[in-house]
């Protein structure tokens, strides 16, 4: 393949994966074009693409607002943002040829004059040959708006596919408020894409190192044999984030910690670890197995005493003094919204039956990290004697999601001297250090899937229904409570969550 000229070899074996695939020709439209999400992820990552040679010659990149612009307007927009946040270094010979294929058409969801117009866009694109008739839409926009943008591509008809061309539809999270609101909108983007054709990001699952616990498992005899009920006490799976809401506290009052990450991230993370084996790496393999799991999965009862919430006070983040949720500019001090969640699953097969799966989420929380924590049952130690193994824990493997991507495998070794002493050790594998080439950043590899029309990465209907089926009894249970219990800013949460794990003889990780 040679990437530097955009081209697919012809002699490659399309099952080779070694080497990246390229998009054919194509259009993106975004919604909400100039939003955060946008400006910050998706025009980098389109550039990076661009720069790796990963896009077809004369991609069309179309953007949708309400703003005036000419396309030279939206040019110096886009520019500005791919020199700020792109990964690979910027290029005025790549920015030029990524340029040529900027447009941008003015309008609001609910004015058709606005939809008459990108129709007629993408059918001048389509007649010059630049998309093949190729088109996928990203709706970077609150799912409020959803009805009305699907019921305008509808009734212009560029979401109908003829021939051998293509329509998908980018759907970002929050994939509803609940169940009901989640079938809801499922309906309603079903009304217009057949479920093939929609892609529902969650750029979790774009992350290197989560793509590599399919790896570790499968491709390794080391694992396998040991990742089951025999052999595992629990798993822990956190995402904890040191920030605070900021100047956000009124977009996430109502939504919280347990829907913003739990029902998706999380609960992800947690069926890839607990899959079985697919029968190959197919998007169709791939769902099916995690959609097992997740029927099999159960929340652990009673659930005053299994889950745990919380709202962050005021306290030290490392040697900043920091307000509380309540001092938060904008927030409602009457909310019950948690910035802390806590979660226990069980998967009910043979392979896990009785082996805890601890979810858990939080702001303002000792550090940034993601990590997915598989802790080994102790070994019984008969040769031992107590003080012989007193500092020893348990084995554990640990999955570096992020800042530090990689993989820590932490086990007991006997110290240097003549008494018989074991204490932890940890061997390391490190992104960085094992490979001489960056990771990607997510968006790169799912906005390239979208375009190839690979959905192996991509949650499906059933998929977020049954995350909201395991959420939604412990979402109803807190409503009843009144206000989370309060945790100090740069803690690991609150008492209620540590007490959790204590009652089963356990404690959460420190990272």
Known sequence: ????????????????????????????????????????????????????????????????????????????????????????????????????????????????????????????????????????????????????????????????????????????????????????????????????????????????????????????????????AHYVDHVQITMAEDIGLGGRAGYYDGIGAARDVIQNHLIQLMALVAMEEPTSFSAHSLREEKIKVLESAALAEPLDKTTARGQYGAGWQGSEKVVGLHEEEGYDPESTTETYAAITLEVHNRRWGGVPFYLRTGKRLGRRVTEIAIVFSRAPHLPFDETMTEELGSNALVIRVQPDEGVTLRFGSKTPGTTMEVRDVSMDFDYGESFTVDSPEAYERLILDVLLGAPSLFPESREVELSWMLLDPVLDNWARKGMPESYPAGTWGPRSADEMLARDGRSWRRP
């Open 1 to 228: 393949m040679d990437t530097e000229a955009g081209r697919v070899n012809p002699l490659r074996d399309p099952r080779d994966r070694r080497l990246p695939q390229i998009a054919g020709p194509c259009g993106l439209v975004i919604f909400g074009v100039t939003g955060d999400l946008s400006r910050k992820k998706l025009i980098p990552a389109i550039y990076d693409l661009t720069n790796r040679g990963l896009l077809p010659p004369g991609f069309a990149l179309i953007g949708f607002g309400r703003r005036e612009w000419s396309k030279k307007d939206f040019e110096e927009f886009a520019k500005k943002c791919a020199k700020e946040r792109s990964r690979t270094p910027f290029r005025e010979d790549v920015w030029e040829r990524l340029a040529e294929g900027l447009h941008f058409v003015t309008g609001t969801f609910d004015n058709d004059s606005g939809f008459d117009a990108l129709a007629a866009q993408l059918a001048e694109l389509e007649e010059a040959g630049v998309t093949g008739g190729n088109v996928a839409f990203y709706l970077s926009i609150p799912p409020d708006d959803f009805p009305v943008v699907c019921r305008q591509l509808e009734r212009t008809g560029v979401a109908d596919q003829s021939g051998e061309s293509w329509r998908r539809v980018v759907i970002e999270k929050p994939f509803g408020h609940d169940l009901d609101s989640a079938r809801d909108l499922n309906d309603v983007v079903g009304s217009v894409f057949p479920e093939e054709s929609v892609f529902r990001i969650d750029h979790y699952l774009g992350k290197e190192t989560v793509q590599n616990i399919l790896a570790l498992r499968f491709a390794n005899q080391l694992f396998e044999p040991v990742w089951n």
